[in-house]
């Protein structure tokens, strides 16, 4: 069983930076992928990013690229998404997630595990 608690959400203006992270309990947080996905008001979810448990490849959605970037602590059971070059368009509630030992998977279906969310509004 894993917890997954998001921070780090908020109110930037565009062009501004955040960085999110969230929280994993448990002791084998390393042997996670973890993808950080998201949801606009009325918009289906979305992935953004992913890391893979075996190597720390990452993934990203084609919208973030070159402006997103994911990473992890595993000392710190903490997952990062660093996120520059904020536009209004990436206003959302951002969710991270787990899946045991698996490739990174772009479908939320495909995770077993979710955080409940942090907002993150960009102000144009």
């Known amino acids: 069983q894993v917890q997954l608690v998001e921070s780090g959400g908020g109110l930037v203006q565009a062009g501004g930076s955040l960085r999110l992270s969230c929280a994993a309990s448990g002791r084998t947080f390393s042997s996670y992928s973890m993808g950080w996905f998201r949801q606009a008001p009325g918009k289906e979810r979305e992935f953004v990013a992913g890391?893979?448990?075996?190597?720390?490849?990452?993934y990203y959605a084609d919208s973030v690229q070159g402006r997103f970037t994911i990473s992890r602590d595993s000392a710190k059971n903490t997952v990062y998404l660093q996120m520059n070059s904020l536009k209004s368009e990436d206003t959302a509630v951002y969710y991270c997630?787990?899946?045991?030992?698996?490739?990174?998977?772009?479908?939320?279906?495909?995770?077993?595990?979710w955080g409940q969310g942090t907002q993150v509004t960009v102000s144009s």
């Open positions: 997630a787990a899946k045991y030992r698996s490739p990174v998977y772009a479908t939320g279906a495909q995770y077993d595990y």
């Open positions: 890391i893979r448990w075996s190597d720390s490849s990452t």
